[in-house]
C-alpha cells in the first residue's frame, strides 16, 4: 500500500485527483483517475492510499519506477493538470509507504517518501572494535525530505559501519535550534557516552531566513554562541567535537548570503573539524543548486547526496587508543599570557575555555578601555574572546561583575581594576552550560539561570542569575508571563543584588505564582539575585491611584512603578464623594449601561448615578457609539470587571495601602472617604495622598491623610516631556519620603488568582 499525499488549496466543490502510468493511476487517462480525499482537520493536504504490487523476490534496482502527476478536478468535471513536462515519479520499494509530494504544482525532481511503520533499528553492543558516533541535530540530520529517509547521515552511518564497525545513533530532533539543542544534549546525549559527536545544526532553524533585518547580527550571534557551547558540552563529556557544516535556504538573500559565509569562516577557526557542505550546496547566492531541494528549508534526496559526498571520511580513521589520547587533552585548561607590565598587572586567556583571567598585584587602579590599545591588540589576536557578555567568577564589591567582547574581540565595556585584586571572567554560555545551575527562561538573548549559593551546593536554589546579551535594557515584570511563570521554580522569597543592593529595581519577590516586582538588567550586562528573606519579613506597599484624572497613573509610568490598571487610572472623577461611593458599593454600577451615556461632541461617556464619573478612553476608531453602543458596553464591562477584581486582590494581599488623589476636594469628603476605605481595607494599614493645589490647612488632623500643595496637570504633561518628568522627580521625591520604593512595592498581577481575591 502505498500512500500518495499533497498539499493544495482548492475551491468549494473542486477536488484533487492523481493519474499515471499504471493500470492503478488509469494510464494516463484522466477520466480513470483516483481521487484523493481530505477532511477538516487536515485541509489543505490531500491523500489517497493505493495499492502496489511488489515483487519481494525482486532486487530493487529490477523494480520499475511509477510516473504521474496530481490534477485539479472542477466543479464543472474539467480537469486541470498540474504541469506539462516532467513527471513525477517514485520507485517500487517496499510496502506501506507514505509519498509527500509537498504541493500541487511544484513537481521535484527527486521524490520524498518513507516507511508508514520505522523499522526496528538493531545497535551495535558495546563489544564492537568499532567507535560510537551520536548525530544531534535537526530534521536535516534526520534525513527529512530524502527517499526513505537515506540523508547524509544515514549513508555515513552505512559506510562507516561497512569500513570501521563504528556505530552511528541519529540524537536529532524535528526543529531543533541551538537553544533546544542545548537543553537536550544532557538528556540524549550524554547518556550514549559517545566518542565523537556530530552537531548538525542550521541558520535556518534560528529563524534568519524570515527575521526582521535588524535582528539578523543577533540571530547569528546566538547561533555561534550555541555552537561553541555545545562544542564545550561534548568535550566535558570526554568526547571528540564534530560540526555539521551551514547549508543554503531557499528564502536567502545576498546579505543572509554573507551571513552565512562569515559564519562558516569563523566556524572553521575553532579548531574543531567541520563537514564542509556550503561550498557542495550554495548557488552563490546562499540558495540551495537547481535540482537539489525539496523546499526551502530541506534538500531532496540528490542534495543528500552531496550532503554525504562532501564528507571527509578520513575524520573517522581512528582508533579508540588514539582517540582516548585526544580526549585526555579535551577537559585541561590551557593558560595563555597575553599581557605583563612591571609593576604587577597581568592579562592570561583561556581560548578553549572562553575566559580570561586579570591579575593586579600592584597599588594602582587600573582601567581597561576601548582606548588601551596595546591590551586591545593583544586581546584581540591571542585571547580569542567571542562576542558577548562575559562574566566575573569571583564578584567583588566596587568591582563591575561583567563586561561585553565586541565581534572583533576587544573588551568595548569601560573596566576598572582595583589594586590587589584577582579576578577570572567568562563568557556567558559557560553559565548557561553549568553543571550547578538550571535554565528556567532563555530567548536567545535573555537567560534566568538557577545556580548554587555555595561550592558544595548546600544552599541550592537560593541564587538567580540573570544574562542580558541584547543591546537594550531588558525591563522584568509581573506582566510578562512567560517570565513570571518560570520564576515559580525559585524559592518564594525576596532577592536582591548584593553587589549593588540599592540600585533602583535590584529587589525580586517571588511568590507561588512566580514574578512579583519589577528588575532590571542592563544591555549586554549580568546581574545576580541572592535570597533575602522571607516575603513576610518585609511590608509590602501598593500604590493604587483614585483619580481625579490620569495624573497619578501617568507619573507612576514614568517612574515605572506602574503595573496593570486600576479602576480610577483611566477615568476622571471630579467629586471624591462619589470616589469613595463607588468603592463603598463595590464598584458594581461603575460600568452598569443603564447608568452610561455617550456624548458625540465630548467625545466622552457619562455616568447618571456618579455624575462625576466620565470616561474618555472606552470608545475606539471601529465602534458606531451613536447607533450601537453594545461593544463598548462590552469592553467596559471585560476591563472594568478585571480593574475591580486587581483593587480588591491588592488590598487583600499587600501589606499596607498607600492612596493617591489628585484634584481639588473639601474636608467632608475626605472624612468620608476615610470611613469607607476604613471599612473595605478591614483592618490593613492604609493611608491618603492628597496632591491637590489648596491649603494643607483644609485637611490637617485627618489621621493617615497626607496633603501636598501641588498640581499636576495631566495635559501640560502631554504637551511639555520636559514638566512631566519634572513632576515624576517631584513625585518619586513624596513616595521616598513615605518609605515607598522599588524595594517594597507591592506588584498586583494582571490577573489575580479568584481564591486569592
Not at 612591571?342 to 572562553?354: I, L, M, R, S, T
Not at 491637590?692 to 501641588?710: A, C, K, R, T
Amino acid at each position: 500500500m502505498y500512500r500518495f499525499q499533497v498539499s493544495a488549496n482548492t475551491q468549494t466543490g473542486e477536488s484533487i485527483a492523481l493519474v499515471g502510468s499504471t493500470p492503478q493511476l488509469g494510464q494516463w487517462d484522466a477520466s480513470k483517475c483516483v481521487n484523493l480525499r481530505t477532511t477538516s482537520d487536515r485541509y489543505p493536504l490531500w491523500w489517497a492510499d493505493i495499492e502496489i504490487e511488489v515483487d519481494p523476490a525482486s532486487e530493487p534496482s529490477d523494480r520499475p519506477k511509477i510516473e504521474y502527476k496530481y490534477v485539479l478536478i472542477g466543479t464543472d468535471g474539467s480537469v486541470k493538470w498540474e504541469s506539462w513536462g516532467q513527471n513525477r515519479w517514485v520507485p517500487i520499494d517496499s510496502e506501506n509507504m507514505i509519498v509527500d509530494d509537498g504541493w500541487f504544482g511544484q513537481v521535484q525532481p527527486w521524490p520524498y517518501g518513507y516507511l508508514k511503520e520505522p523499522i526496528t533499528k538493531t545497535l551495535v553492543g558495546k563489544e564492537s572494535e568499532g567507535l560510537k558516533i551520536a548525530v544531534i541535530g535537526s530534521s536535516v540530520a534526520l534525513g527529512c525530505s530524502a527517499w526513505l529517509l537515506k540523508g547524509w547521515a544515514k549513508r555515513l552511518e552505512q559506510a562507516l559501519h561497512e569500513k570501521h564497525g563504528h556505530q552511528l545513533v541519529n540524537l536529532s530532533e524535528l526543529g531543533a535550534n541551538v537553544s533546544r539543542t542545548i537543553d537536550r544534549f544532557p538528556l540524549v546525549v550524554a547518556p550514549e557516552q559517545p566518542d565523537i559527536v556530530i552537531i548538525a545544526l542550521s541558520l535556518g532553524n534560528e529563524g534568519l531566513a524570515y527575521c526582521p533585518p535588524q535582528e539578523r547580527k543577533a540571530v547569528q550571534r546566538r547561533f555561534e554562541r550555541g555552537l561553541q557551547q555545545l562544542i564545550k558540552m561534548t568535550k566535558e563529556l570526554g568526547a571528540m567535537p564534530i560540526l555539521g557544516g551551514l547549508y543554503p535556504h531557499g528564502d536567502y538573500s545576498q546579505e543572509h548570503h554573507q551571513l552565512l559565509w562569515d559564519t562558516h569562516n569563523r566556524m572553521l577557526s575553532w579548531g574543531v573539524p567541520v563537514l564542509d557542505w556550503l561550498a557542495a550546496l550554495d548557488n552563490g547566492e546562499g540558495r540551495w543548486k537547481p535540482g537539489i531541494s525539496f523546499d526551502p528549508a530541506h534538500p531532496n534526496t540528490a542534495g543528500h547526496r552531496l550532503m554525504y559526498a562532501a564528507i571527509d571520511l578520513s575524520l573517522f580513521e581512528i582508533d579508540k587508543n588514539e582517540l582516548a589520547k585526544k580526549k585526555e587533552l579535551y577537559p585541561q585548561k590551557q593558560e595563555v599570557p597575553i599581557y605583563q607590565d612591571e609593576w604587577g598587572f597581568q592579562v592570561f586567556a583561556y581560548p578553549d575555555e572562553k575566559s580570561l583571567r586579570i591579575v593586579n598585584t600592584s597599588n594602582s587602579l587600573y582601567t581597561i578601555s576601548s582606548a588601551w590599545q596595546e591590551l586591545q591588540t593583544v586581546l584581540q589576536s591571542q585571547a580569542g574572546l567571542m562576542p558577548g557578555v562575559y562574566i566575573v567568577k569571583n564578584p567583588q564589591k566596587g568591582t563591575l561583575p561583567f563586561f561585553s567582547v565586541q565581534e572583533d574581540g576587544t573588551i568595548e565595556t569601560t573596566l576598572d581594576i582595583s589594586p590587589a585584586s584577582e579576578l577570572e571572567y567568562s563568557a556567558a554560555f559557560n553559565f548557561l552550560s553549568a553543571k550547578d545551575s538550571e535554565s528556567l527562561y532563555y530567548d536567545g538573548h535573555l537567560a534566568l539561570l538557577k545556580e548554587s549559593d555555595t561550592p558544595d551546593g548546600t544552599l541550592r536554589d537560593r541564587t538567580l542569575r540573570i544574562i542580558n546579551e541584547s543591546d537594550h535594557e531588558y525591563n522584568i515584570h509581573p506582566m510578562w508571563k512567560e517570565v513570571r511563570s518560570a520564576l515559580k521554580g525559585m524559592p518564594t522569597g525576596v532577592y536582591h543584588d548584593p553587589l549593588y543592593p540599592d540600585e533602583p529595581f535590584r529587589t525580586m519577590m517571588i511568590g507561588k505564582n512566580g514574578l512579583e516586582s519589577r528588575v532590571k538588567v542592563p544591555p549586554k550586562s549580568s546581574v545576580l539575585f541572592q535570597y533575602k528573606c522571607k516575603l513576610s519579613d518585609i511590608s509590602r506597599v501598593a500604590i493604587i491611584p483614585l483619580g481625579d484624572r490620569c495624573a497619578a497613573r501617568m507619573l507612576l509610568y514614568k517612574m515605572q512603578y506602574d503595573g496593570p490598571a486600576f479602576p480610577f487610572d483611566l477615568t476622571r472623577t471630579t467629586n471624591l464623594g462619589d470616589v469613595a461611593d463607588i468603592i463603598a458599593t463595590g464598584f458594581h454600577d461603575m460600568w452598569n449601561p443603564a447608568y452610561l451615556h455617550y456624548n458625540y461632541d465630548a467625545g466622552r461617556i457619562y455616568h447618571s448615578k456618579w455624575t462625576g464619573l466620565s470616561f474618555a478612553h472606552e470608545v475606539e476608531e471601529t465602534d458606531d457609539p451613536i447607533n450601537n453602543m453594545y461593544p463598548v458596553y462590552e469592553r467596559m464591562r471585560v476591563r472594568y470587571t478585571a480593574r475591580a477584581e486587581r483593587f480588591w486582590y491588592t488590598l487583600k494581599n499587600c501589606d499596607k495601602a498607600l492612596f493617591i488623589r489628585t484634584g481639588v476636594t473639601n474636608r467632608g469628603y475626605v472624612i468620608d472617604l476615610m470611613s469607607k476605605l476604613e471599612s473595605k481595607c478591614e483592618g490593613k494599614p492604609f493611608r491618603v495622598l492628597l496632591i491637590s493645589p489648596q491649603p494643607s490647612g483644609e485637611f490637617s488632623n485627618i489621621p493617615d491623610v497626607l496633603h501636598y500643595n501641588l498640581e499636576f496637570n495631566p495635559d501640560r504633561m502631554y504637551e511639555d516631556l520636559g514638566y512631566w518628568m519634572h513632576c515624576t522627580d517631584v513625585m518619586r521625591g513624596i513616595l521616598e519620603y513615605l518609605g515607598v520604593s522599588s524595594k517594597n512595592l507591592f506588584w498586583c498581577p494582571p490577573n489575580p488568582p479568584k481564591d486569592e481575591a
